[in-house]
């Protein structure tokens, strides 16, 4: 089992819909990572919180320490959201890795 | 263009070639990570280099030897690799140390061993 899970693994929503990616860890970590990954392969860090709330743009980040788990949510989606979105969290130089979430959005 | 720049983006190599992959930052930033990227499978942390001192081996297979020549700079030298070796290499940088840990990726070089 990996310390990382992600939910769904894939997921097609129409334009324009909210959607909410989730991720539960089993692990300590000291901050935890959203990353995109495009179909080229390069990977780019959306986000690294370690408590709260975070927001850039239509991307809202949220994680509960306690429960040990973290949401990425995209309001008013778009076809250029589609991509891999990969939960990562870290302590030190240690990485855990989710398996990534495939998002297809759907003019 | 993140900031972290690999070349080549896409390599093919027999099991007796000898190759190198390269990896380029210019952020600033104190220390640089080789990833493995295989079909349907998490990332796997391959080597942390930090201040240029390999901190983290995480049991890669000798065939896969890093360098790192300064804190701008890595390198991934392949030898006799398997055909179970293809798969996508990412290079990452980050500042440490400053109570920093943003992350910057590269675009990864595809690997397809024959």
């Known amino acids: 089992k990996n310390e990382v899970e992600q939910s769904p693994q894939n997921l097609?929503?129409?334009e324009g819909e909210f959607i909410t990616i989730n991720c539960s860890y089993s692990v300590g970590i000291s901050a935890l990572h959203w990353l995109q990954q495009h179909p080229g392969g390069g990977i780019v860090s959306l986000f690294m919180l370690s408590s709260g709330k975070k927001k850039h743009g239509r991307l809202i980040a949220t994680i509960n320490i306690q429960e040990k788990h973290s949401s990425l949510?995209?309001?008013?989606?778009?076809?250029?959201d589609s991509a891999v979105y990969i939960c990562a969290g870290h302590t030190g130089?240690?990485?855990y890795f989710g398996t990534g979430t495939s998002l297809t959005v759907i003019p | 263009e993140t900031g972290v720049t690999q070349t080549p983006r896409h390599l093919v190599m027999g099991m007796?070639?000898?190759?190198?992959?390269?990896?380029e930052q210019h952020l600033g930033h104190n220390a640089m990570y080789w990833y493995k990227q295989?079909?349907?499978k998490p990332l796997e942390l391959m080597f942390v280099y930090s201040l240029e001192e390999r901190v983290e081996n995480n049991s890669v297979p000798s065939r896969f030897?890093?360098?790192?020549?300064?804190?701008?700079?890595?390198f991934l030298h392949l030898h006799t690799l398997q055909?179970?070796?293809s798969a996508l290499y990412l290079c990452a940088s980050s500042l440490q140390g400053q109570g920093s840990y943003g992350y910057t990726f590269g675009s990864g070089t595809r690997l397809t061993v024959v």
Not at chain 2, 16 to 23: A, D, G, Q, R
């Open chain 1, 12 to 14: 097609t929503a129409q």
């Open chain 2, 83 to 85: 055909p179970e070796d």
């Open chain 1, 93 to 95: 130089n240690q990485f």
């Open chain 2, 16 to 23: 007796t070639n000898k190759k190198s992959l390269k990896c």
């Open chain 2, 38 to 40: 295989s079909a349907k």
């Open chain 1, 73 to 80: 949510h995209i309001t008013a989606s778009h076809p250029r």
């Open chain 2, 65 to 74: 030897s890093p360098e790192c020549p300064n804190s701008s700079h890595l």
